[in-house]
């Protein structure tokens, strides 16, 4: 019986300090929510929205109260002589008035701009979150790789170890010279440093990811080794460049930037319009007399009718505006134009990267193979008498190099996959969960 609650504490210890584990797709959504640039990519998309009622309430009507009271004191000093006369009273009223536009073409384009500005927020929401995406998937291939360099590091000085001691055995023993001792020597001091190196590089990635995310996974799922990356499909650059100029969400930022600029142009050369009101008031006041023996007034007005206003000059103001919004809708045609380009560019880099990645991946492949059948050569070599061991330390770090480069290879073409989806408008949580499916808990 005594048992029971150490058992419970124990496993509830065991409970509360597991490791937090993660994948990408985990990780995307943990940033989704702590990241601070998405958030504020959110925030703004949130104010953008009421771009929307603000433009609407310029077409509506326009009701105003107000009231008054005021307390008078008055003397009236009469030049025939007559006695002064003197009053205190009270005057106090209220009013309601009601504006309605009927014709207002500022008022018009202004709403118009208002859902410009909502697409424009939404498009902007889109790139954050394509942004958050691809930081999170370069910040999560970075710490794999810098995971799999320490691996790599220590694999090596492993090796190289056991090469060492070797090398000290056979000079002691006379069969080999000081030399080989020297030079593996040489090869462990040199992979002590870049394992240090290694594991300084892999905490700050890890310190990177965690900027992101707000939060350390304390293990990241890793890169299946038989996970097989393709070359985009169509396997045609030119298709991936059409869509980039068409869909890039930068490209239909611009857009809606255009047609803003276009609106404001509308927008201010609608100052030389007339414009045109229905007004409605309704007024009641009261006053008292301020005589002796006076009677005091009680009067209520009401009105309704059309108001009428044309500007005919402003100084030159209006002219000025339209010249200004008539430039701002040329840049804006430059940026779009701008735009489009860099839509192209982004996206023959990114298929030309993938595509050549593709094939460097299958090459470091062969070449990772080939490596391992020249140490184990090399080592057999040595174990006969017609290779040395600096020929087994140099066919060890082509072997470590090559596994090194592959691993590098394989996330730059996992990024340039994602950067390709991103070109096109096109990358969203289900490209990260087809990556996720290649990854493995245990490393």
């Known amino acids: 019986m005594r048992l029971k609650p150490l058992i419970a504490l124990l496993v509830g210890l065991s409970v509360s300090s597991s490791p937090y584990a993660a ?6 959504r943990d940033a989704l929510s702590n990241d601070a640039a998405y958030a504020s990519a959110r925030a703004a998309w949130t104010a953008s929205r009421e771009k929307l009622p603000q433009g609407r309430a310029l077409l509506l009507p326009g009701v105003s109260f107000g009231a008054n009271t005021t307390y008078n004191d008055r003397e009236i000093n009469f030049r025939s002589g007559a006695p002064s006369a003197v009053g205190q009273f009270n005057s106090n009223g209220y009013n309601v008035s009601v504006t309605q536009p009927l014709y207002r073409k500022q008022n018009f384009v202004q709403y118009e701009q208002a859902k410009t500005q909502l697409t424009q927020g939404d498009v902007q929401l889109q790139l954050a979150q394509q942004d958050l995406a691809l930081r999170v998937a370069q910040a999560y291939f970075d710490v794999l790789l810098a995971e799999d360099n320490v691996s790599l590091a220590g694999a090596q000085k492993e090796a190289i170890s056991q090469q060492l001691a070797q090398a000290k055995r056979n000079f002691e023993v006379g069969t080999a010279t000081i030399t080989d001792t020297h030079e593996a020597q040489a090869r462990h001091d040199l992979i002590t440093a870049q394992q240090i190196a290694a ?17 350390l996974p304390d293990s990241l799922a890793g890169l299946k080794q038989d996970y097989d990356i393709r070359p985009p499909e169509p396997n045609d650059m030119n298709f991936w460049v059409d869509e980039a100029q068409r869909a890039h969400l930068q490209v239909g930022f611009q857009e809606a930037t255009l047609e803003f600029a276009a609106q404001e142009v509308e927008r201010n050369r609608a100052g030389h319009h007339p414009t045109l009101d229905a007004v409605a008031s309704y007024v009641e006041s009261g006053s008292g007399s301020g005589l002796l023996g006076g009677a005091g007034t009680d009067t209520t007005s009401k009105a309704i009718g059309l108001q009428l206003s044309l500007p005919l ?16 809708r040329e840049k804006a045609l430059q940026d779009l134009e701008n ?14 990267s993938l595509t050549n990645g593709v094939s460097q991946v299958n090459a470091l492949q062969q070449a990772v193979v080939s490596s391992q059948s020249s140490l184990d050569s ?34 730059n073409a996992l990024l340039n996959d994602l950067r390709l989806k991103a070109a096109v408008g096109k990358l969203a949580e289900e490209d990260l969960a087809r990556v996720n499916q290649g990854l493995e808990a245990s490393r």
Do not use: P
Request: glycine share 6%; hydrophobic share 40%.
């Open 339 to 352: 735009a489009r380009r860099n839509a192209a560019l982004a996206a023959r880099q990114a298929f030309l």
């Open 378 to 411: 090399t080592t057999l070599g040595r174990d006969v008498g017609v290779r040395t061991s600096v020929d087994v330390l140099n066919a060890q770090q082509q072997l470590y190099s090559a596994r090194r480069d592959l691993a590098q290879a394989r996330y």
């Open 23 to 28: 994948d990408l797709l985990q990780v995307y």
């Open 199 to 215: 594991r300084n590089d892999l905490e700050i990635k890890r310190r990177a990811l965690q900027q992101i995310v707000g939060k």
């Open 313 to 328: 000059y402003q100084g030159g103001a209006t002219e000025s505006r339209v010249r200004e919004a008539v430039a701002n």
